[in-house]
């Protein structure tokens, strides 16, 4: 497909309510050479494949059922507990607010995408944390990443 990025196939894991998103998510995943996806239907399944697997990413929605997005990435940072601490985490919301966004970055997600997204929108974050990571930070017991500089096109 034109327009679709070529990344590394790194072992992904989808957590969301939805069977259909998680099926979308994987058909725009494997359009760009992501081969090894995971699944999970809500947080604490996630925190289960997470431990086992180890991915190299992770998509999460903030609703999720049994835990929660928000207690699912506060446990993920927790270096003390987690089994991948630094793991990316790309965070999809339908409804994003400022505060939930401001709070699910304090948390430690890298990239936020307002539900419904576009493949493009979604390769766009997947090109941030895989090409363009941003180094962690210790704030009490989470590692969170560190704020992108704001480019100079930004700043204009």
Do not use: H
Request: glycine content about 4%.
């Amino acid at each position: 497909m034109i327009g679709a990025p070529k990344l590394p196939d790194l072992a992904t894991l989808v957590v969301d309510d939805s069977l259909y998103i998680r099926r979308i998510l994987r058909d725009m995943l494997l359009r760009v050479g992501i081969r090894r996806v995971l699944e999970a239907p809500d947080g604490a399944e996630a925190l289960g494949v997470l431990a086992e697997s180890k991915p190299d990413l992770v998509i999460l929605d903030w609703d999720l059922a049994i835990l929660s997005g928000e207690e699912f990435i506060r446990l993920t940072r927790d270096f003390s507990t987690s089994p991948c601490p630094t793991v990316p985490l790309i965070l999809m919301l339908a409804q994003p607010r400022k505060d939930r966004v401001e709070r699910a970055v304090r948390l430690g997600v890298n990239e936020v995408i307002a539900k419904p997204f576009s493949p493009k929108t979604l390769w766009s974050r997947l090109d941030e944390v895989i090409n363009r990571p941003r180094p962690y930070t210790r704030v009490k017991s989470l590692l969170i990443p560190q704020a992108r500089k704001p480019s100079n096109a930004l700043a204009a």
